[in-house]
């Protein structure tokens, strides 16, 4: 079911009405999100729904088990458990026969014949979201940073809660499931701050991003690339696949909101960032921050100097590229932005911040180290990461560049627009400020966008495929 959809708006109209009509009842609430989330989740398969139940219920009876450890050497095979469960699940069905593949591939290439048997695995959509919320969650329990749940009904629902069951943000233990065991408190601002999400979300998914992703095909799947281009196409996946992915947090966001509940902004104007580092803590927050939390610092983070520190930033995003998809470009792409981090380290223990590059200059190495990346991570293989790279030394221009590249700055102008206001005020939802015609306007015209390109496409978001 998708958040671009007039089925999901139909679905939402039914569940709201019920939310409201069990209002008194957290119970009945609770009761209620957790069937309309595996309602939601089983549309695209039913089958899924096995694997969301027993994920849940084995990481609920981890926090009991954690709760009654009474050596801090039992505590940790406890955790370990849950951790080889959780991995060895998201492996089997996301990386199982990629690696059986790349294996047979190696063998054939020092001439050892070996035919694997693939399963041909349908990856369950979202597995490796709500898997790492699960996980936070057993994680929390066991630095104690929060106590365990003994209500399983509010621990599913904080597990399959469908705003962001499929694609996040991904929630934290301490912060989400407090949440779900509290009576909800919906106010005007909670519904102003929903609305205003939802059609900011919707349009940048519907109007934006959906109307990048032609010529970002076009570009991708020529067979002799211009720098042109390629520098045409990498940009209109860069802006594509920033509209898409934080507008379905921006819905996730939303929809939440509209139901008293407060999700972490995923999204914080990435694009504006004057370093890598800074990119990373304003792009996939939920994701950036849980691989901090949870994998560098467990690795030992910046405290075994500084050969170990490089290390643990190259596995972190290494990890982190492989948590998107099983593909060898995705391996690349987290091993380039973790070559970037560790350069940004060595440059800042070296130089100082009074040698600090030029805020104009830092941004544009920043940004083209980034939208690189966003080529590698875009192609479907390394022959044509070879392909694009090299079409980089090919400066002809096609007659048809300039025209997509004025489409382009058109249908980015939204996003630019919004996002100077944003910057300018260091509030992500100062629209809501505006006097009460602007802001009417503002919604109108996302409003009318939504309208003119809805249900043109449907694409799936770009993040459900992780």
């Given amino acids: ?57 084995f990481d609920f009876s981890v926090g009991l088990l954690l709760e009654h450890a009474a050596t801090p050497s039992r505590r940790k095979a406890i955790l370990s458990l849950s951790i080889i469960c959780n991995l060895t699940l998201l492996g089997f069905f996301k990386y199982y026969d990629f690696f059986i593949g790349s294996f047979a591939a190696l063998l054939t290439q020092i001439h050892v014949s070996f035919h694997p048997h693939t399963l041909g695995i349908i990856l369950p959509v979202g597995i490796s979201f709500y898997t790492f919320q699960s996980m936070s969650y057993v994680m929390d329990v066991y630095r104690r940073e929060m106590k365990p749940t003994r209500n399983l009904l509010n621990f599913l629902a904080y597990v399959s809660f469908f705003p962001q069951l499929v694609a996040g ?51 991708f799947d020529h067979p002799h690339p211009s720098a042109p281009m390629v520098v045409l196409g990498t940009l209109a996946f860069g802006l594509q696949i920033y509209s898409d992915f934080s507008g379905y ?32 803590r304003r792009w996939h927050i939920s994701l950036s921050t849980w691989l901090r939390d949870y994998l560098y610092f467990s690795l030992g983070g910046n405290r075994r100097g500084s050969a170990r520190t490089y290390l643990n930033l190259l596995i972190t995003m290494l990890l982190g590229g492989l948590w998107h998809g099983a593909a060898w470009n995705f391996v690349l792409w987290g091993l380039w932005h973790g070559s970037g981090l560790m350069t940004h380290r060595w440059w800042s223990e070296r130089k100082g911040f009074k040698f600090a590059l030029p805020n104009g200059l ?105």
């Fill in 1 to 57: 079911m998708l958040f671009n959809s007039t089925v999901f708006l139909q679905f939402f109209a039914a569940f709201l009405l019920l939310y409201y009509l069990c209002r008194n009842s957290l119970t009945a609430r609770n009761l209620l999100i957790v069937s309309a989330s595996y309602l939601f989740y089983g549309w695209w398969d039913p089958r899924f729904l096995v694997l969301l139940a027993f994920s849940s219920g």
């Fill in 169 to 219: 943000p991904i929630g934290r233990g301490h912060h989400l499931l407090p949440q779900f065991e509290t009576p909800r408190v919906i106010t005007r601002v909670m519904l102003a701050e929903g609305l205003w999400l939802v059609l900011w979300g919707l349009f940048k998914k519907v109007a934006l991003a959906d109307n990048f992703a032609p010529l970002v095909e076009m570009v």
């Fill in 362 to 466: 830092a941004w544009g190495l920043t940004m083209l180290f980034v939208f690189y990346g966003w080529m590698l991570f875009r192609a479907n293989s390394w022959a044509q990461i070879c392909s694009l790279t090299r079409g980089l030394g090919d400066w002809q221009w096609p007659s048809w560049v300039p025209y997509y590249l004025l489409n382009l700055g058109i249908l980015a102008l939204p996003l630019i627009g919004i996002g100077a206001w944003q910057k300018r005020s260091g509030n992500l939802l100062v629209p809501l400020q505006a006097a009460p015609w602007g802001r009417h306007l503002l919604q109108c015209f996302l409003l009318l966008g939504i309208i003119l390109f809805w249900g043109k496409t449907s694409a799936p978001f770009i993040y459900f495929q992780f």
């Fill in 249 to 280: 947090s921006d819905i996730a966001r939303g929809t939440a909101r509209i139901l008293g509940f407060d999700l972490i902004f995923n999204f914080n104007l990435p694009y504006m960032a004057g370093d890598i580092r800074d990119f990373w």
